[in-house]
């Protein structure tokens, strides 16, 4: 390959995104095969930082990406194990996970992919690094055990027992060849010895032996890693606890499948107590769902009074009409379509309530203005009856999947803060205004007012649960913190708050995409 030719490829491999070197097969003095590095791409320096100057061979290579030497070793039995697995093949090497030491000091975590001959006229071939987010601790560990301590037998039962961790191993059989204390401790044994030789099904878990072995059977069979999932196991005592779970294969030093390792946490404390904080977000959203509902029956009464009264009225006017023996066939064809429109009005509002509070399971597809017009079907009555004046600019035309009734219930609530406080200091000229709009990946719904804003001694309290600046009898101190859990948990999204202005604005940031 001639320098124009191989000026050619730099320039290809300058436009690829991943980082990659360009290697030449080369030989030592002592006639030993390795490789020249002769290039490395732009997105290799930007990535990882070493320059050619920095690794002109694969020697340097290793002792500048893999500095400590421990890690250098495995790395290195790894990498050799893997090459011999893609001999037998007759493959590529594939996707060989692997930290490296950067330039910068920093560890990144890469796939690396590369040809195991010189393909390229018999004499280059290339190293293409993916990177990937850094695996779980749990699955570094069993690597390390499994190679280091288990398939070497340097089995350091000291540190094995005092691990706050469970760890065990089994043969292909299923069979348990060792475990450490904190396991035997679950087991109800005494012993290592008493494990040896064993299955599942001799364990106090037995009820649940099918499953655990079938995962192990998957490992095994797959050479796939099962990290951290949950699972429960039964104890002597006839209680249950719940595990965080990891399992690999045990190979031996050929790289052959021998087994599987697992590591678990007995995670039952946490997983308790996120399952008691779920059960309260439910009890609170319950009680802001009631607190709601209080208030919109007051809305309801409060909107309902006028065309009553003008019910009413008609009415009245046509009996006097009649009692004074004046004809009234008319009068009522006339003051008919006068109440017509009047309980028209009343079915709408209650229609426009009963869906408010319709259970919201399923997303539907919205644009944003159309959630805040809901709301505003509901509340905007009592803006009108408030003085409030109500400005608004829906800008988003993004149509997206979510909640709806949930985002209404959002709406209103911080609408009708707005509104609260506007009367509760009888600021004059009243406004509260509303804009929707795009924003990068994010819908945006701000909701801001002219009511002096929040003092900034309580504005990092706003959201949390029971904190209300009103008296009992008007505020329960749940609206804001609804809000936020609504907002993030179930529109995995996100609100805040800030003074701007001449008050308060709440911001809402919505995922256009659905998560």
């Keep these: ?265 007995d995670i039952t404390e946490e997983f308790e107590a996120k399952e008691a904080l779920r059960e309260q977000e439910k009890v609170l959203l319950i009680q802001s769902r009631q607190a709601a509902m209080g208030e919109m029956i007051s809305m309801i009464a409060h909107q309902w009074r006028q065309p009553l009264s003008n019910i009413s009225a008609v009415l009245s006017h046509l009996q006097i009409q009649n009692m004074l023996g004046k004809s009234v066939d008319e009068e009522i064809v006339e003051h008919a379509e006068a109440m017509s429109t009047q309980v028209q009005y009343l079915s709408q509002t209650i229609s426009d309530f009963r869906n408010f509070f319709k259970q919201d399971k399923e997303k539907e597809e919205i644009l944003a203005g159309e959630a805040v017009e809901q709301a505003l079907d509901i509340i905007g009555k009592l803006l009108h009856n408030s003085e409030i004046e109500l400005r608004s600019s829906f800008l988003s035309q993004t149509r997206f999947s979510t909640h709806a009734k949930e985002l209404q219930q959002v709406c209103i609530n911080l609408i009708k803060n707005a509104a609260d406080i506007l009367i509760e200091k009888d600021i004059e000229k009243r406004w509260i205004d509303i804009s929707t709009y795009d924003d990068k990946d994010s819908i945006v719904i701000e909701v801001s007012d002219n009511g002096r804003g929040i003092d900034k001694d309580i504005m990092d309290n706003i959201f949390e649960p029971y904190f209300s600046t009103k008296d009992e009898k008007h505020g329960t101190g749940l609206g804001l913190y609804m809000c936020k859990t609504i907002v993030e948990k179930h529109l995995k999204g996100k609100i805040s708050c800030y003074n701007k202005d001449e008050g308060a604005l709440f911001k809402i940031e919505l995922p256009m995409k659905n998560i």
């Design 1 to 265: 390959m001639n320098n124009e030719n191989l000026q050619e490829l730099f320039t290809l491999l300058d436009t690829l995104p991943n980082p990659v070197t360009l290697n030449e097969l080369v030989y030592d003095e002592d006639g030993e095969a390795y490789d020249k590095i002769i290039y490395v791409n732009k997105s290799f320096i930007k990535t990882i930082g070493y320059t050619i100057e920095d690794i002109p061979d694969d020697r340097t290579w290793f002792s500048k990406a893999y500095p400590e030497k421990n890690y250098q070793e495995y790395i290195f039995s790894e990498w050799s194990n893997a090459v011999e697995q893609a001999k037998q093949n007759k493959s590529d090497l594939n996707g060989f996970p692997a930290k490296v030491h950067c330039k910068d000091r920093k560890e990144r975590w890469f796939n690396i992919t590369t040809q195991l001959n010189h393909p390229i006229r018999d004499k280059y071939r290339t190293i293409v690094f993916v990177q990937t987010d850094t695996p779980e601790q749990t699955k570094l560990e069993l690597d390390e055990k499994s190679l280091e301590l288990i398939q070497e037998r340097h089995l350091n039962k000291t540190i094995l027992d005092i691990a706050p961790i469970r760890i065990f191993w089994k043969d292909m059989d299923g069979v348990y060849l060792g475990c450490n204390r904190a396991f035997l401790d679950d087991a109800s044994l005494d012993n290592e010895s008493d494990i040896i030789g064993k299955t599942d099904y001799d364990m106090v878990w037995k009820d649940e032996a099918e499953s655990y072995r079938e995962d192990d059977k998957r490992v095994r069979e797959t050479g796939i890693d099962k990290l951290h999932y949950i699972e429960t196991q039964p104890q002597a005592d006839g209680k249950r606890i719940t595990l965080a779970t990891s399992k690999v294969p045990l190979k031996d030093k050929s790289g052959n499948i021998c087994g599987v390792v697992g590591i678990y946490q």
